[in-house]
T-cell receptor, first 117, second 111 residues
């Protein structure tokens, strides 16, 4: 099992540029999550999908952020235009929904370290 | 709106002693609480969980305690080992798959 795969691992870009982060969930998982890790807020939920449908995007900070899940094996998180305050580690995670007995576990990718200069 | 709070950013303990990591929450709708462990340059991995209807769950050296009246849970690691050094995230789960995390606590176990 390859696990959740995120790309790129590192992204350095200049303010104003478009950034696209990619995620491939674990095969068979039907829920996908995007989290952002910062020192101040820890792991912050941005958006999650069930069966490719966005369920809650209330954590998306601004209209500059958008996420798509065109099929069960791929999702993107896009920031346009990017700003220095967007610098953080972005994690994608997947799970099976609903879980057995409610004992849900998320499986995380290794994250994308984004630096906006 | 931080529904899960970990007020201690760091904790340092001696190898062999007990590590106690604390977590508070505000959302009464959480059905489960989970702890995740994160090493540098890796994603968080699941460690242990507890149902909201229980007050204790144990798995080897790891025990999680839940005090619903105080909206507080804690993770005990006994005995602590240097390999336990990592960032620990507390999380609450509701609606079957909506999971909210705290800011994390960095644990350092000194040999």
């Amino acid at each position: 099992d390859a696990g959740v795969i995120q790309s790129p691992r590192h992204e350095v870009t200049e303010m104003g540029q478009e950034v696209t982060l990619r995620c491939k969930p674990i095969s068979g998982h039907n829920s996908l999550f995007w989290y952002r890790q910062t020192m101040m807020r820890g792991l912050e939920l941005l958006i999650y999908f069930n069966n490719n449908v966005p369920i809650d995007d209330s954590g998306m900070p601004e209209d500059r952020f958008s996420a798509k899940m065109p099929n069960a094996s791929f999702s993107t998180l896009k920031i346009q235009p990017s700003e220095p305050r967007d610098s953080a580690v972005y994690f994608c995670a997947s799970s099976s929904y609903p879980g057995a007995g409610g004992d849900e576990k998320l499986f995380f990718g290794s994250g994308t370290q984004l630096s906006v200069l | 709106d931080q529904q899960v709070k970990q007020n201690s950013p760091s904790l340092s303990v001696q190898e062999g002693r007990i590590s106690i990591l604390n977590c508070d929450y505000t959302n009464s709708m959480f059905d489960y609480f989970l702890w995740y462990k994160k090493y540098p340059a890796e994603g968080p991995t699941f460690l242990i969980s507890i149902s909201s209807i229980k007050d204790k769950n144990e798995d080897g050296r790891f025990t999680v305690f839940l005090n619903k009246s105080a909206k507080h849970l804690s993770l005990h690691i006994v005995p602590s080992q240097p390999g336990d050094s990592a960032v620990y995230f507390c999380a609450g789960l509701y609606n079957n798959n909506d999971m909210r995390f705290g800011a994390g606590t960095r644990l350092t176990v000194k040999p």
